[in-house]
């Protein structure tokens, strides 16, 4: 399958900074990437897509002014948390759109996370 | 309703048991199903796509029904290995690209 790297894999902080987590697709080009946060035991739940070249689509609830998406590569989309809390603690998942042709469906393909630990 | 629904379980079965998951999705619109597995602590990986006309990948076979609007994922001879949660998707497909999950079940598979 494709591969998408994140970076950092973890990171902790203190309140009030800011964060930058990296998304990379490997060895394919991503029109869309996709933000996902997962609190323990929870399902993951889609923050915002990302479309290269424009601005990212933000899911209802989730603060565009806090968590902002940048995506000004075909293999590169960041995340950038705001002023950080400790209830911005969390698991957060990038996925690529990887694009087939012909009768195969599109799929995702997940990076390995960035877990968030905000004192 | 949630978009997608499945059963979290836990599913608790002994190795070589068959095992058997359901999802329900609720957009009839939904073009594209597919499993993944999720293990703790770890991104979600694709295990398999769900076509109409169910498909098989060695231990696991997927089958979706259009007309009740779910999809299933059976598990053969389990293995230790396969203890993780399984996530249904739904996905409107490509153009409306809005991927679904569903919450998850959690497998646990015992000696």
Known sequence: ?119 | RKEVEQDPGPFNVPEGATVAFNCTYSNSASQSFFWYRQDCRKEPKLLMSVYSSGNEDGRFTAQLNRASQYISLLIRDSKLSDSATYLCVASPGAGGFKTIFGAGTRLFVKA
Not at chain 1, 5 to 30: M, N, W, Y
Not at chain 1, 52 to 66: F, H, L, N, P
Not at chain 1, 93 to 100: D, G, K, L, Q, Y
């Open chain 1, 1 to 119: 399958g494709a591969v998408v790297s994140q970076h950092p894999s973890r990171v902790i902080c203190k309140s009030g900074t800011s964060v930058k987590i990296e998304c990379r697709s490997l060895d394919f080009q991503a029109t869309t990437m996709f933000w996902y946060r997962q609190f323990p035991k929870k399902s993951l739940m889609l923050m915002a897509t990302s479309n290269e070249g424009s601005k990212a689509t933000y899911e209802q609830g989730v603060e565009k002014d806090k968590f902002l998406i940048n995506h000004a590569s075909l293999t590169l989309s960041t995340l950038t948390v705001t002023s950080a809390h400790p209830e911005d603690s969390s698991f957060y998942i990038c996925s690529a759109r990887f694009a087939t042709t012909g009768n195969k469906v599109d799929t995702q393909y997940f990076g390995p996370g960035t877990r968030l630990t905000v004192l």
